[in-house]
């Protein structure tokens, strides 16, 4: 049997691992855009314009949107299946649903036009509607943001033939109820992004950054 020597043997038992390495180093490196393009197609049921997807884990699902033409829909989905298969969780006439959010598993909260809010307690499953004050249920909402389990922001406004409107509203309890921040001449908001509890942008039509 041949001896080794300290070096010899330290040398052989670091190649080893640098080979194993170097493998799994390149191969993850190789890996990555591979894996960024595998895009595969899971339609919702009619081909409704889908304009929302909130996912709570990679197997459970919720997506929103409907129809615009004719006789406008609101429609929204789920899966517990990743995505490859999907539910109605609403299904009815009335303002398109624009934007999702949820404050945990179970709580959340889809925005419309035509006034629309609706709330699930059971992760998307189920919806009912919530009515905003007063003319807030003619305002057409593009994007909901919650900030806390408790407060939550809505965000929209509404086009008409001469001027638009800017539209805030809030709540302060999950949802059930709301007031209105802001509803004023200006530019229809269409997006929003909050920083913190206190501090957000919203964003919309013709350069509009508030």
Request: proline share 3%.
């Amino acid at each position: 049997m041949t001896r080794l020597t300290y070096s010899q043997y330290k040398k052989k038992n670091t190649q080893v691992p640098l080979r194993i390495f170097l493998f799994i180093l390149l191969a993850s490196i190789f890996s990555i855009p591979v894996a960024a393009q595998q895009w595969y197609n899971s339609p919702v049921s009619h081909g409704r314009n889908i304009y929302a997807v909130y996912p709570h884990s990679r197997t459970n699902i919720v997506a929103a949107g409907g129809s615009e033409s004719n006789d406008s829909l609101q429609d929204i989905f789920y899966s517990y299946t990743g995505g490859m298969i999907w539910d109605f969780g609403n299904h009815t006439g009335g303002g398109y649903i624009r934007s999702l959010d949820f404050a945990d598993s179970l709580n959340g909260l889809a925005v419309g036009y035509a006034g629309k809010i609706l709330k699930s307690v059971d992760g998307g499953a189920s919806w009912s509607r919530i009515f905003p004050p007063g003319a807030m249920n003619q305002r057409n909402f593009t994007t909901v943001h919650y900030t806390n389990p408790q407060t939550v922001f809505a965000f929209g406004g509404r086009n008409y033939t001469n001027d638009t409107l800017q539209t805030i509203i809030k709540s302060t309890d999950g949802g059930d109820t709301w007031n209105t921040i802001r509803d004023v001449n200006g530019m229809w908001l269409k997006g929003a992004f909050f920083l913190d509890g206190n501090n957000a942008f919203a964003v919309g039509n013709k350069g509009t950054i508030i």
